[in-house]
C-alpha cells in the first residue's frame, strides 16, 4: 500500500526554477532514505540525490556533481521529500522519480530502492 505521489514538474526557461515533491504514504520514512533519479531520452536512470536519516530530524545530503551547487534536497515532518532546482539548464531536461527505500540506504543505485513514484516531466527550454 505504500505509494509516492509526485507534483511540481513543468516547462521552463533555462536559469529559471521548479520545486518537486513527493509525498509518501503507508510507512513512514523517517528513519530510511529518500532521493530522487532522472532519465533523459536514450539515456539510463540518473542518480541525482538522496537524503539518509542520521539521527533525529538531521539527514545526510548527497547530490551528483552535475547539479550540487544548483539543486537542494530536502525532507520535512510529513513524510515528504522535495528537490528545489535552481539555474535550470537545457541538459536537467529528463523524467524526475522519486524514490524511498526501507533500509537506510546511502546508495547511488536505483536497485537498493524499493519504491518509486510515477514520474514527473521536467523540461528546460533554451
Known amino acids: 500500500q505504500v505509494q509516492l505521489v509526485e507534483s511540481g514538474g513543468g516547462l521552463v526557461q533555462a536559469g529559471g526554477s521548479l520545486r518537486l515533491s513527493c509525498a509518501a504514504s503507508?510507512?513512514?520514512?523517517?528513519?530510511?532514505?529518500m532521493g530522487w533519479f532522472r532519465q533523459a531520452p536514450g539515456k539510463e536512470r540518473e542518480f541525482v540525490a538522496t537524503t539518509t536519516w542520521v539521527g533525529g530530524n538531521t539527514y545526510y545530503a548527497d547530490y551528483t556533481d552535475s547539479v550540487k551547487t544548483r539543486f537542494t534536497i530536502l525532507r520535512d515532518a510529513k513524510n515528504a521529500v522535495h528537490l528545489q532546482m535552481n539555474s535550470l539548464k537545457p541538459e536537467d531536461t529528463a523524467v524526475y522519480y522519486c524514490?524511498?527505500?526501507?533500509?537506510?540506504?546511502?546508495?547511488?543505485?536505483?536497485?537498493?530502492?524499493?519504491?518509486w513514484g510515477q514520474g514527473t516531466q521536467v523540461t528546460v527550454s533554451s
Open positions: 503507508g510507512r513512514t520514512f523517517s528513519r530510511s532514505a
Open positions: 524514490a524511498a527505500g526501507d533500509r537506510n540506504t546511502n546508495s547511488h543505485n536505483n536497485s537498493e530502492y524499493d519504491y
